[in-house]
């Protein structure tokens, strides 16, 4: 377990480096980022002159999901896109090889082997948004509900990533990096309203088809203290199972590609 | 069967056959491929056995396509195999245990593993990290190679601006940091300069002298084979077509030897007919192909029969053989 933990040490220390080797894209990355965050503040003013409401939810409790969105935005831009979309390159060149050699979860490697700094910004913008709106609304603010949103956020960060790993998995047999970034972010981006804002049917698919309620309703519902238990528990053994078939299914790939490459 | 203790790599019978389908071109062919398709197994690799004792160091022979690559894949459990057993250090690669991982390593010439964008030195500390060496052991170890490697501040420069005998040298040390006991090298020396390849190949027969590595390589160069294989396995077209020694392998191949005459005198080609077949005349030159068992007799008669001034002896160069005896296609 320590070596996992020194090795993603130095494999983020190394990422930070290999951005900084590059300045003018570092500036032009940051550029970008900054370009983001605006946009994510200009959606977010939106809902301060608006004064509508969204489904049953008052601007606020909206705000609050417009955080979840956020941090999950830029958790995805860290993690989630560097490192599975970089998936298709280790088949395509070849060097997966190397991964599979080295005695340690290859799942594992592929998944944090990078860290983009360029999400940090986002991350920490939704945190703050979640945590002001959530005082400002006034409700029951507790360690409770603030543990609740923690388990929550985890399970919604745990089913995007195994969805997006499911994906970025297939390329064992495509070869192809097929947009599947831009699919993922339109599902990520479909969280940025609260599950009752939209029609009946889609309520129903987002929750247990493509569980994007996970993602950000049921978080900002969290710490809010709005979320009930069941749900709560129902979250923990969907994205156990969700995870757990990511893993079956890598094994699965690797099983053909071990069987398949030359 | 039964293993001997001395063995450190055990291949039995070994197989790897690929299912393919074949695809009509244009339009019909494609609908038909859709419905009815067609696969038949093409086979890669075709019963081969071989034992490897510990310290040896074995070089793959064959054409491109013969299965080299194949073949060591599946002994590092990058492949599995059809049917057939791999054993090696009493592990079956292809469960890629951690314990077994951490005893191999495995070098491709065309393929990096360093990050490109940094200096080695920063790949090297990550590995060290993945195999669990503490940074002390690191520092050590790569002290320690470097230094059999001839590597000094090139660790310390990004991956993308070193030579590629520099880059391959630091992939190498990379490869080697966890001491591994079996190194599998594919093409390691796959377009160095003449220079750069004898630096490589002098530093894996130095490795293997002090640390007792088995090195198994595969090369196209047959430069790196003679100078540092004593056994050479020979693959053709998925089979093992010859296991030993690479001085048997040239009596086997070639049964005739090379003598080559300069006269004093200019001389008509007839004259030589009689004593072997004739490579190459011209002027005063002649070379001939003497069967081994006639080459004495050959040799007093020639030196009696002719005024001459220098007279060698000599085999065939070994890659024209084993060029020839590919392109030749079928072997027996």
């Known amino acids: 377990m320590q070596r996992y933990f020194k090795t993603i040490r130095l494999f983020w220390s190394t990422a930070f480096a290999s951005q900084l080797e590059y300045q003018l894209n570092f500036l032009i990355e940051l550029l970008a980022m900054l370009g983001t965050l605006l946009g994510s503040i200009f959606i977010l003013s939106l809902f301060f002159t608006g004064g509508r409401q969204l489904g049953d939810w008052t601007w606020e409790s909206a705000l609050v999901i417009q955080g979840v969105y956020t941090f999950?935005?830029?958790?995805?831009?860290?993690?989630?896109?560097?490192?599975?979309?970089?998936?298709?390159?280790?088949?395509?060149?070849?060097?997966?090889?190397?991964?599979?050699?080295?005695p340690i979860d290859s799942q594992f490697w592929l998944s944090v082997k990078k860290f983009s700094f360029a999400g940090l910004p986002e991350i920490i913008l939704g945190l703050s948004i979640v945590f002001w709106a959530a005082i400002q609304s006034a409700s029951t603010f507790s360690i409770y509900s603030l543990f609740v949103f923690i388990i929550s956020l985890l399970i919604g960060f745990i089913i995007l990533y195994s969805v997006w790993f499911l994906i970025a998995a297939s390329s064992i047999w495509f070869v192809k990096t097929w947009n599947a970034t831009e699919v993922l972010r339109a599902l990520l981006a479909a969280g940025r309203y609260p599950i009752s804002a939209y029609p009946v049917i889609l309520r129903f698919i987002f929750t247990l088809v493509l569980p994007i309620a996970f993602l950000t309703t049921f978080p900002a519902e969290a710490i809010l203290g709005e979320l009930k238990f069941n749900i709560l528990f129902f979250g923990l053994i969907l994205s156990s199972l969700f995870f757990i078939f990511s893993r079956l299914f890598w094994k699965f790939a690797l099983k053909h590609y071990t069987s398949a490459s030359s | 069967?039964?293993?001997?203790?001395?063995?450190?790599?055990v291949v039995d019978q070994l197989s790897k056959y690929y299912r393919v389908a074949n695809k009509q071109p244009g339009f019909k062919g494609t609908v038909k491929h859709f419905f009815d398709r067609k696969t038949y197994d093409v086979s890669a690799v075709t019963d081969i056995s071989f034992k490897i004792a510990p310290g040896e160091i074995v070089g793959f022979l064959g054409a491109n396509g013969a299965g080299k690559t194949t073949l060591l894949k599946m002994m590092c459990g990058l492949i599995h195999p059809s049917t057939g057993l791999v054993d090696v250090g009493g592990y079956s690669p292809q469960r890629r245990q951690t314990a077994f991982l951490k005893e191999i390593?495995?070098?491709?010439?065309?393929?990096?593993?360093l990050i490109w964008d940094l200096p080695p030195m920063d790949s090297l500390y990550v590995n060290a990290a993945v195999y669990g060496l503490s940074d002390h052991e690191a520092k050590?170890?790569?002290?320690?190679?470097?230094?059999?490697?001839?590597?000094?501040?090139?660790?310390?420069?990004?991956?993308?601006?070193?030579?590629?005998?520099?880059?391959?040298?630091?992939?190498?040390?990379?490869?080697?940091?966890?001491?591994p006991s079996v190194?599998?090298?594919?093409?390691?020396?796959?377009g160095l300069d003449v220079n750069a390849q004898a630096r490589v190949r002098s530093?894996?027969?130095?490795?293997?002298?002090?640390?007792?590595?088995?090195?198994?390589?595969?090369?196209?160069?047959?430069?790196?084979?003679?100078?540092?294989c004593p056994r050479v396995i020979c693959i053709h077209k998925g089979k093992l077509f010859y296991d030993g020694d690479l001085d048997s392998l040239a009596n086997s191949l070639s049964p005739s030897r090379e003598v080559k005459v300069e006269l004093k005198d200019p001389c008509a080609s007839e004259q030589f007919e009689k004593y072997g077949e004739i490579q190459d005349l011209n002027d005063r030159f002649v070379c001939l192909?003497?069967?081994?068992?006639?080459?004495?007799?050959?040799?007093?008669?020639?030196?009696?029969?002719?005024?001459?001034?220098?007279?060698?002896?000599?085999?065939?160069?070994?890659?024209?053989?084993?060029?020839?005896?590919?392109?030749?296609?079928?072997?027996?």
């Open chain 2, 140 to 179: 050590v170890r790569i002290n320690e190679l470097a230094e059999m490697l001839e590597l000094g501040e090139e660790l310390t420069r990004p991956v993308r601006k070193l030579s590629l005998g520099q880059r391959m040298k630091s992939e190498i040390l990379a490869a080697l940091l966890h001491k």
């Open chain 1, 72 to 102: 999950l935005d830029g958790l995805t831009n860290a993690i989630l896109r560097p490192n599975l979309t970089e998936i298709v390159n280790y088949v395509r060149e070849g060097t997966l090889d190397y991964v599979l050699l080295k």
């Open chain 2, 1 to 9: 069967m039964h293993t001997n203790p001395s063995d450190l790599i």
């Open chain 2, 289 to 332: 192909l003497v069967s081994r068992d006639k080459l004495t007799d050959v040799v007093s008669n020639l030196l009696t029969d002719f005024n001459i001034i220098d007279l060698e002896i000599s085999d065939p160069p070994i890659d024209q053989l084993i060029g020839e005896l590919f392109i030749k296609g079928e072997v027996n």
């Open chain 2, 183 to 190: 190194l599998f090298l594919d093409e390691p020396t796959l």
């Open chain 2, 203 to 228: 530093f894996l027969s130095e490795y293997n002298k002090r640390t007792g590595a088995t090195i198994l390589l595969t090369s196209h160069y047959m430069a790196d084979i003679t100078a540092l």
């Open chain 2, 105 to 113: 390593t495995l070098v491709m010439g065309q393929k990096q593993q």
